[in-house]
T-cell receptor
Framework: SQQGEEDPQALSIQEGENATMNCSYKTSINNLQWYRQNSGRGLVHLILIRSNEREKHSGRLRVTLDTSKKSSSLLITASRAADTASYFCATDYTGTASKLTFGTGTRLQVTL | EAQVTQNPRYLITVTGKKLTVTCSQNMNHEYMSWYRQDPGLGLRQIYYSMNVEVTDKGDVPEGYKVSRKEKRNFPLILESPSPNQTSLYFC???????????FGPGTRLTVL
């Protein structure tokens, strides 16, 4: 079963707006990672947040982690058309070896 | 340039014809994994390796084999491919158990 579940499944916004994607998971984690994937291409690592961190920033990206609610959010500020992609959260949960469990992703469409 | 490479990038084959997808990383990473990505199912781990000669099953190992004879290489072997193995395959590597995972560009496999 999927560990991370993203919400919404699809999001359409206009350039300049902010986009927020959420991820929920089920068991204790070491860290949570967000990836971007352009259609049918490889996954690009965006940001990693560890279980003892609550918020992290990278450029226009802001990630929060709430371990009590087992949830994370990814905020992209001032979105651009080039941000159009699918975004996945991946959980690295405790007690296992070298496994990231991915959700099914949020498809973000940024229009001009 | 630090990277994970996969070959071939695209492959069309027929049922039962053995094939190998190669994966190589130049970052001296201990951990390597194979994933498959299917619509609506996200990425699922096939096999992983924690070091040379150490491999273990992921979530969907049936019909696949792997080997780790050298640290940098982690080939995926389909002894007798079937149409349900038509998918997009990704190799990944990371330095430590809870570190960022870097993905290759993907191999799109079609089994007729």
């Amino acid at each position: 079963s999927q560990q991370g579940e993203e919400d919404p499944q699809a999001l359409s916004i206009q350039e300049g707006e902010n986009a927020t994607m959420n991820c929920s998971y089920k068991t204790s984690i070491n860290n949570l990672q967000w990836y971007r994937q352009n259609s049918g291409r490889g996954l690009v690592h965006l940001i990693l947040i560890r279980s003892n961190e609550r918020e992290k920033h990278s450029g226009r990206l802001r990630v929060t982690l709430d371990t009590s609610k087992k949830s994370s959010s990814l905020l992209i500020t001032a979105s651009r058309a080039a941000d159009t992609a699918s975004y996945f959260c991946a959980t690295d949960y405790t007690g296992t070896a070298s496994k990231l469990t991915f959700g099914t992703g949020t498809r973000l469409q940024v229009t001009l | 340039e630090a990277q994970v490479t996969q070959n071939p990038r695209y492959l069309i084959t027929v049922t039962g014809k053995k094939l190998t997808v190669t994966c190589s990383q130049n970052m001296n990473h201990e951990y390597m994994s194979w994933y498959r990505q299917d619509p609506g199912l996200g990425l699922r781990q096939i096999y992983y390796s924690m070091n040379v000669e150490v491999t273990d099953k992921g979530d969907v190992p049936e019909g696949y084999k792997v080997s780790r004879k050298e640290k940098r290489n982690f080939p995926l072997i389909l002894e007798s491919p079937s149409p349900n193995q038509t998918s997009l395959y990704f190799c990944a590597s990371r330095a430590g158990l809870t570190d960022t995972q870097y993905f290759g560009p993907g191999t799109r496999l079609t089994v007729l």
